[in-house]
């Protein structure tokens, strides 16, 4: 709030008021002759939004405090301790910053050897290097909030103080970490002190476990939500903004229920109790969380609410992880972990002769043969297809899922990628092997922001140019056709053997040629002779007929004749 220096009206009385969701309380200055009265806060990061008030006018205003530099990327530091089991601490905060995409540096308090049956040691960091570390950071790097967790010492309170009076930031959380849930000591009573006395007066949030909002009060019993309804106003005594009184401790209770008081009303906040031992960590992961939103710009409330959402999806995503052999584990802050089971996943990742006999799925003629989605494809694995992709323009959504997770166990079951046309949401539901992409379907950088790096992805090229995007974009394959006229695709351009060759040509990516192709061409298809051009893909040859394993396996022999010819 360096920003009053507009307030040219000398002696006289302003009364400035920032309308606030995070900031209560207001803060008075005197400048030259004027009382200044306004509080602090931002909607938007970096917009002050005021009303000024000056002998009966009220002017609204509102101040950018944004330097175009800083106010790009959402940054949290977090100053607390490393956890070498990485379920709670630095590593929790990392996890859960990243999580809710915002930058997160770390200021190392302590070091733990800590597991899933609790903590072993605690190695404390020197104050003068703790203060060296938040110097390095907030002299550089423009932090919007900073959380706390373990502070194992008084002198290192004090550190944290002073660095934050020397580089104020926009809003300050602290979780006042006292006790592992293990029941182990992580900062020790001389602290409590400098919580009292320094840190929770600049605090815009405090988090505590009802045990450590019993410790902060000097032992008060913690049973009931109305304990903690009560320990949260007079916890608020102390001197923080707002408090978040966290019941995941509390005993007795079906529900997960914290109490947040911000002053002036308090929010009973519940959500279901997930059943599950993988529970470290969940208090510096809605610390870390509250801290990101508000670095993105959330109000408080708002902040609390998200981080309350994200833990609970994060526990019911990870109930059944099996980390370590104590009685709390880990959860996964990514919903990650627990689709990478070996037995379901390709060990390979995509290789270019995946694409020689390509076997491109149609709803029409699997109507009109009266066989599923998922026979269909079976017979053509059988038959020798070493890649599948589900082509269903008019399928309903929820059938296409379904039907795409059985095709994607058959598949697998036989080592052959399954794909995906067009429908990217589709590709992800299913955690298909990836998706095949038109040049007016979801652009493949957007694809492949969506699917992350190791889907696969292919796109139709027609031309040279289209071919060598397809490179820069991030495509791992090319289909490029049709080479002969076809059915299947009405008003598609035939750019024959020619324009194929001109795009193998061009391509850094492996080729497959599609359109028009079957046992009487194919041969002439593969006999191009450019090293790109991997295989052919189909449809009614194998799918329009009687028994689709026999065309695949003839249509298999032709290209496999054709292929040892021109090697
Ligand atoms: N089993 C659970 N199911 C759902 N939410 C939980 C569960 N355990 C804890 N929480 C929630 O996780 C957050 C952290 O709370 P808590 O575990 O009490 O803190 P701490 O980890 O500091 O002891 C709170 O929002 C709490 O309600
Ligand atoms: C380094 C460190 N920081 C904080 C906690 C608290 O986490 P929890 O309350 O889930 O045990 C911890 N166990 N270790
Ligand atoms: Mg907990």
């Known amino acids: 709030m360096a920003n009053a220096h507009f307030l040219a009206f000398n002696h006289l009385h302003l009364h400035l008021q920032i309308s606030s969701p995070l900031v209560s309380k207001r803060v008075i200055k005197r400048f030259w002759n004027c009382d200044i009265e306004y509080s602090t806060n931002y909607q938007r990061p970096g917009f002050l939004n005021m009303k000024l008030q000056a002998n009966g006018a009220s002017i609204p205003t509102s101040i950018n405090t944004a330097d175009s530099q800083h106010n790009k990327t959402p940054h949290v530091l977090t100053v607390a301790g490393s956890d070498s089991g990485a379920g709670a601490g630095i590593q929790a905060d990392l996890k859960a910053c990243a999580a809710r995409r915002v930058y997160c540096s770390t200021v190392i308090t302590a070091v733990t050897a800590q597991n899933t049956l609790g903590v072993q040691g605690v190695n404390i960091v020197p104050e003068e290097f703790v203060a060296q570390q938040l110097n390095s950071v907030l002299s550089d790097m423009h932090v919007d909030v900073v959380k706390t967790g373990m502070l194992p010492s008084l002198s290192v309170v004090k550190v944290l103080c002073q660095s934050l009076r020397k580089f104020p930031v926009k809003a300050l959380v602290v979780d006042p970490v006292m006790i592992s849930t293990s029941g182990d000591i992580l900062a020790g009573p001389s602290v409590l002190a400098g919580f009292r006395e320094e840190l929770l007066p600049m605090a815009d949030i405090v ?38 009184v966290k019941g995941g401790d509390l005993p007795n209770s079906s529900d997960a229920i914290d109490i947040f008081f911000d002053g002036e009303n308090f929010y009973e906040l519940r959500s279901r109790r997930v059943n599950t031992r993988n529970t470290h960590g969940t208090g510096c992961t809605m610390a870390s969380c509250i801290a990101a939103e508000l670095a993105k710009g959330s109000s408080m409330l708002s902040a609390v609410k998200i981080a ?143 699917l992350g790096p190791e889907k696969i992805i292919g796109v139709s090229c027609k031309t040279p140019e289209q071919a060598q995007q397809a490179w820069v974009d991030g495509a791992d394959y090319i289909g490029s056709g049709g080479v002969y006229p076809t059915n299947t695709k009405e008003n598609n351009r035939t750019i024959g053997l020619g324009g194929l060759k001109e795009v193998c040509k061009a391509s850094k990516l492996p080729v497959v040629a599609i359109g028009g192709i079957g046992l009487s061409n194919a041969r002439a298809v593969m006999e191009i002779g450019v090293p790109s051009l991997k295989g052919v893909a189909v449809v009614s040859t194998l799918f329009d007929r009687e028994c689709i394993s026999t065309e695949t396996r003839n249509l298999h022999a032709v290209i496999s004749e054709a292929a040892l010819l021109t090697q």
């Open 308 to 450: 309350k959402r994200f833990v609970e999806t994060a526990l019911d995503y990870s109930k059944d992880l099996a980390i370590g052999n104590g009685v709390q584990g880990p959860f996964d802050h990514f919903l990650a972990l627990k689709n990478i089971n070996q037995s379901s996943c390709r060990s390979d990742r995509f290789k270019p002769n995946d694409l020689f006999l390509y076997a491109v799925t149609d709803s029409r003629m699997n109507r009109k043969w009266g066989r599923s989605i998922a026979e269909a494809v079976k017979a053509a694995v059988e038959g020798g297809a070493t890649i599948v992709q589900l082509r269903e323009k008019d399928a309903e959504t929820k059938d296409f899922v379904d039907a795409a997770k059985v095709c994607l166990k058959i598949c697998h079951s036989y080592g052959v990628p399954l794909l995906i046309n067009d429908r990217i949401d589709v590709a992800l539901a299913c955690d298909a092997d990836g998706v095949h992409v038109g040049q007016s379907d979801m652009p493949v950088h957007l694809a492949r922001s969506l």
């Open 207 to 244: 988090t505590p476990n009802i045990k450590e909002a019993s410790v902060l009060l000097g032992d008060v019993p913690m049973n009931s939500v109305s304990d903690m309804r009560a320990a949260a106003k007079l916890i608020h005594d102390l001197g923080p903004r707002s408090v978040l």
